[in-house]
């Protein structure tokens, strides 16, 4: 039942892209375009000289500065999901089972404080891309299911496949919100000269 169970939650993926590329087919939504091979070229016409567009570059980004924002998401949302799953089993939601609560609870403390005091040795560009925090949450949220539920064996969601899917899938839903919003905000930090 376990494997298939994360099969499911791996199928799930498989149909947030199919999701998104339907999305995409709607009339009313946009992609921009996919780049071709090359651009065509042109010459200027005789006589005259080309011309030569210059662009700086851009900043350059330190390389743990990107992670930060993300430790930064895996750090607070473990803490929220430590809560959340309290009150799922408070509120009859979810089932309870004996385990190493207590050991599973100080790991993952332990894994947001170790995420919050790495993201502080580089907390000048956390404000940078807040997208990369969303991607940071969604990571724990899946990660720290997959571990509680089906390493540890912790807590069972009531409701069957599709409640298990919707735990999981919030996670990838993050993940893939992040990705998209990062994906956006970064293309407007470039210029494209024609």
């Known amino acids: 039942m376990e ?48 011309v030569v567009a210059t662009v700086a570059p851009p900043a350059p980004i330190r390389r ?56 502080a040795r580089t907390a000048d560009a956390t404000h940078r891309h807040p997208a990369v925090w969303l991607i940071g949450a969604g990571a724990a949220w899946w990660l720290l299911g997959l571990v509680d539920m089906h390493a540890f064996g912790l807590f069972d969601i009531r409701g069957g496949i599709p409640a298990d899917l919707a735990f999981h899938g919030s996670g990838a839903v993050l993940i893939v919100v992040g990705a998209i919003a990062f994906v956006r905000t970064s293309q407007k930090e470039f210029v494209h000269v024609r």
């Open 3 to 50: 494997l298939f169970t994360m099969l499911c939650c791996a199928a799930l993926l498989f149909v947030l892209g199919i999701v998104r590329e339907v999305w995409f087919r709607l009339p009313f939504t946009t992609r921009k375009p996919e780049p071709g091979f090359a651009p065509v070229a042109h010459r200027p016409a005789p006589g005259t000289a080309p």
């Open 64 to 119: 743990g500065a990107m992670f930060a924002p993300a430790l930064v998401g895996f750090a607070v949302n473990s803490l929220l999901y430590v809560v959340f799953v309290v009150g799922l089993i408070d509120t009859g939601v979810a089932i309870g089972n004996d385990g190493p609560w207590a050991l599973r609870t100080a790991g993952f403390v332990i894994a947001a404080l170790i995420a919050l005091f790495l993201a």
